[in-house]
């Protein structure tokens, strides 16, 4: 015959265990059970005065910044800025040469001097763009990738 009592659904086993398992949880102290310090920093955060750009020895660093940004504010804008006496070529192509079934380079028109206006026409052009990013390269090169979607045709555009 098993000795064994319950009080509700617990053996004496289950209640007795119970209650060996009391002091332990006591002697934990509240700060213990809490996060972490909060003020604990992640080690390469010693490293964060020189996060930003221009703030170590890479100089240009710092101007290639500004004229990323530069750029993409003119391409949300719609406007690029620009000196008035600056000399160039409309950015928009006057044709597409097909090259593939999906694949068509630009053709420039050289007698189209007008850079502003080309500007604002080439963006016009583009459809709902999804994604646009400049890269300022060596030697004063400028690469851009356009993502966009013109007359339910996804379209990636690279320069």
């Known amino acids: 015959m098993k000795r064994s ?19 332990a949880l006591t002697c934990i102290s509240r700060v213990r059970l809490q996060a972490a310090d909060a003020t604990r920093l992640a080690p390469y955060l010693d490293l964060q005065p020189f996060i930003e750009p ?19 504010e003119a ?3 719609k406007r690029l800025p620009i000196a008035s006496g ?7 192509p006057a044709t597409y040469k097909a090259l593939a079934a999906d694949l068509a380079e630009a053709v420039f028109d050289r007698a189209d001097r007008d850079v ?6 080439w963006i016009d052009s583009l459809g709902a763009v999804r994604r646009c990013q ?26």
């Open 5 to 23: 009592w319950t009080i509700g659904t617990y053996t004496r086993r289950d209640f007795l265990s119970l209650f060996a398992v009391l002091p």
């Open 54 to 72: 221009g703030a170590d020895e890479f100089r240009g660093e710092k101007l290639a910044f500004d004229q990323q940004r530069a750029l993409s």
């Open 116 to 121: 502003a206006a080309g500007w604002g026409k």
């Open 86 to 92: 600056a000399a160039g070529f409309s950015p928009c």
């Open 75 to 77: 391409f949300l804008s």
């Open 134 to 159: 400049f890269f300022l390269l060596p030697d004063e090169t400028v690469r851009y990738e356009v993502a966009s979607q013109r007359l339910e045709v996804l379209e990636y555009r690279v320069g």
